[in-house]
């Protein structure tokens, strides 16, 4: 029924002249979500279905990089290859296929994009997928990446939000607190859940002023992927503020000074 009406819709395209363009055959509906790769946000529509996340097939693996894709009008499908790789989209018989193993899975053509379950596809590429809560959407680590995708996409930003006027070593040393949360009894045991930690009040500005949002400056993604390398300039640190914006006083009061950086103070 499906390659009736896309046999159907292909021929009634002719005279426009959009033969070598897939057409639309499905809709997830569902709602909006976004998607992150590596650390860094998607710039595409994502659907949210019955618990599965559809992306353009075209965008996730322009985003692990080394793919070649293209619509092969002959299958009605779309195809991508790459090193070890290679990957068809059927939406006629609702399957993706691997290097020959078969996958059922919606797949759909929306506006020119073929979309494909997002888990299916980035697993079967050897990458992993999860949900961030902090997003609200998911998170995809590729399988030749260095990071974390969750763990890059939330330190970056608080560096940034916090720091990115700083030199890296002042960067790096915000990053090295977040880090010296997560591994203390005192609070909690990931990077998202540090930065938006409220037992005890919200622990960074910028997740009361919505700065922690904003994409974030190129060098303090540097100084992120340097943190999650191990690098460190402040120690044991678990605090830190900057004298001309607060004064500081319950960390004056209740925790031992160990340096200064830039703008920052950091305490023990």
Known sequence: MKRTLLYGLLAASLSLGLLMQPVQAASASGRLVPVQVDGTVLGTVNHLKDGVTYVPLRNLLDAFGGWS?????????AVATAK??????DPDTDTVTVNGRTYPGTVFVERGRTYVPLRL???ACGGAVEWDPYLGGAAVTSANAEHDAVDLYWLSRIISAESQG????????VGNVVLNRVASEEFP????????DRKHDIQFTPVSNGTIYLPPASKSVEAA?????????????????APALSQGTWINANRTYYTTIGCHRFYL
């Open 69 to 77: 894709i293209y619509w092969d009008s002959q299958q009605q499908a």
């Open 84 to 89: 070890g790789y290679r990957l068809t989209a």
């Open 121 to 123: 596809v980035a697993t």
């Open 225 to 241: 992927k340097r943190v999650l390398d191990g690098e460190e300039t402040v120690g044991a640190a678990l605090y830190f503020y």
């Open 166 to 173: 700083e030199e890296m070593e002042g960067q790096i040393a």
């Open 189 to 196: 045991g990931t990077i998202p859940a540090v930065i938006f």
